[in-house]
C-alpha cells in the first residue's frame, strides 16, 4: 500500500494567515491526490482533486499543487470557518490511503 | 439531490460481526456512474477506506480487512452494505459510506454511524 505522510500533525494559525499542509507519498503518484476537509462530528467534505484541481462550490482561497510524491494544499487567507482537520488521499492504486491529518487550529 | 445515510447496531459484541447498511435516496444506486463505498474513522484518529461495490456487485476490498469484510448491494431497495466480522475494540469507529465518480475521490458522503465494539 501506498504511505502517505502528512505534515505538519497540527498548527495553530490565526484568521487571514497564509497556511500550508504538506502530503508526500511513498512511490509516485502522478497528480491522484484529493483532499478533504473534516469539521468535528461531519463527514469530510472533498475541496480538491486531481492534485490542483478545486471541487464546484470551494473558496478560491484554497489551492493544491504538486506532482509525483510532493504535494501542498494552500489556504491563502484563512476564514473562521476554514478551522478544522484537512487529509490528503491518494487514487493512483489500491488500497486507496489517506493522510493522517493536520489538524489547523485558532492561534 | 442524492443523500446517503448508514444504519445499523450502534454497539456489538466482540468476536460478533458488525453490520451495517447504506441508503440512497435521491438517486439510483443501480446508474453506473458511481462506486459505493465504505471509510471508517477510529475515535479522535484519521480515515482507512475498507473497501467499494459497482452496482453489478464487483467489489474490492482493502486488504488489511479484506478477510473479514464483505460488502453487498440491493439494488431493488436502492442500499448496500457492510459486514465485517470476528470485531475487536480496535474496529470501534464512525463508518461511513460514500460515492465516488470513477472510484476515485469522494464527492458524497453520509453523516455516519458510530459503532462501538465492547462487551
Known amino acids: 500500500a501506498i504511505r502517505i505522510t502528512q505534515s505538519p500533525s497540527s498548527l495553530s494559525a490565526s484568521t487571514g494567515d497564509r497556511v500550508t499542509i504538506t502530503c508526500r507519498a511513498s512511490?509516485?503518484?502522478?497528480?491522484?491526490l484529493a483532499w478533504y476537509q473534516q469539521k468535528p462530528g461531519k463527514a469530510p467534505k472533498l475541496l480538491i482533486y486531481?492534485?490542483?484541481t478545486l471541487q464546484s462550490g470551494v473558496p478560491s482561497r484554497f489551492s493544491g499543487s504538486g506532482s509525483g510524491t510532493d504535494f501542498t494544499l494552500t489556504i491563502s487567507c484563512l476564514q473562521s470557518e476554514d478551522f478544522a482537520t484537512y487529509y490528503c488521499q491518494q487514487y493512483y492504486s489500491y488500497p486507496r490511503t489517506f493522510g493522517g491529518g493536520t489538524k489547523v487550529e485558532i492561534k | 439531490q442524492v443523500q446517503l445515510q448508514e444504519s445499523g447496531p450502534g454497539l456489538v459484541k466482540p468476536s460478533q460481526t458488525l453490520s451495517l447498511t447504506c441508503t440512497v435516496s435521491?438517486?439510483?444506486?443501480?446508474?453506473?456512474?458511481?462506486?459505493w463505498s465504505w471509510i471508517r474513522q477510529p475515535p479522535g484518529k484519521g480515515l482507512e477506506w475498507i473497501g467499494y461495490i459497482y452496482y453489478s456487485g464487483s467489489t474490492y476490498y482493502n486488504p488489511s480487512l479484506k478477510s473479514r469484510v464483505t460488502i453487498s448491494v440491493d439494488t431493488s431497495k436502492n442500499q448496500f452494505s457492510l459486514k465485517l466480522s470476528s470485531v475487536t475494540a480496535a474496529d470501534t469507529a464512525v463508518y461511513y459510506c460514500?460515492?465516488?465518480?470513477?472510484?476515485?475521490?469522494?464527492?458524497?458522503w453520509g453523516q455516519g454511524t458510530l459503532v462501538t465494539v465492547s462487551s
Open positions: 486531481a492534485a490542483s
Open positions: 435521491g438517486g439510483s444506486i443501480s446508474s453506473g456512474d458511481y462506486y
Open positions: 512511490q509516485g503518484i502522478s497528480s491522484y
Open positions: 460514500a460515492r465516488a465518480e470513477s472510484n476515485d475521490f469522494w464527492t458524497k
